[in-house]
């Protein structure tokens, strides 16, 4: 289109410089601002949103536990949902550690995915022969 106009002005002649000063005028790109937004700290209502971070959950200490109340306290006291693995064990002496929770993956105080796994090792009493049964 521009240079339609300055081809046109052209053939019509040159006037003491004014068509000169209107083909110039004619044939310079506009320019554009760009409106400025001011920064209010809420996102622009035209820029699409991100996704939410995922929520995360701080793994509690479940040593001493019973399997059962590990994954309800896990389940209700927190928005974790992940898959719970009591298939490890280690042998104890102390009957008291029996069927319990022994050592878990992730430790306490660890920030975790609220859908990763949680492993346990359950102590099983170890079977120990009597003097009796050696002879």
Not at 7 to 21: F, P, S
Not at 39 to 45: F, Y
Not at 64 to 69: I, L, N, R, S, T
Not at 74 to 81: I, K, T, Y
């Given at each position: 289109m521009f240079v339609a106009a300055v081809?046109?002005?052209?053939?019509?002649?040159?006037?003491?410089?004014?068509?000169?000063?209107h083909a110039?005028?004619?044939?310079?790109?506009?320019?554009t601002v760009a409106p400025t937004v001011p920064?209010?700290?809420?996102?622009?209502?035209q820029?699409?949103?991100?996704?939410?971070?995922?929520?995360t959950c701080t793994m509690p200490d479940l040593t001493?536990?019973?399997?059962?109340?590990a994954e309800g306290a896990?389940?209700?006291?927190?928005?974790?949902?992940g898959q719970f693995d009591d298939s490890q064990t280690a042998f104890?002496?102390?009957?008291?550690?029996?069927g319990k929770i022994l050592d878990q993956n992730p430790?306490?105080?660890?920030?975790?995915?609220?859908d990763d796994p949680v492993a346990v090792i359950l102590g099983v009493l170890e079977d120990i022969p009597s003097p009796t049964e050696l002879n």
């Open positions: 081809a046109w002005l052209a053939v019509i002649g040159d006037k003491g410089g004014e068509w000169k000063q110039h005028a004619m044939t310079t790109a506009p320019t920064d209010t700290g809420k996102p622009d209502p820029t699409p949103s991100s996704t939410p971070p995922e929520p001493g536990f019973f399997p059962d109340e896990l389940r209700n006291g927190a928005p974790w949902r104890v002496s102390d009957q008291e550690m029996e430790p306490p105080n660890t920030n975790m995915k609220c």
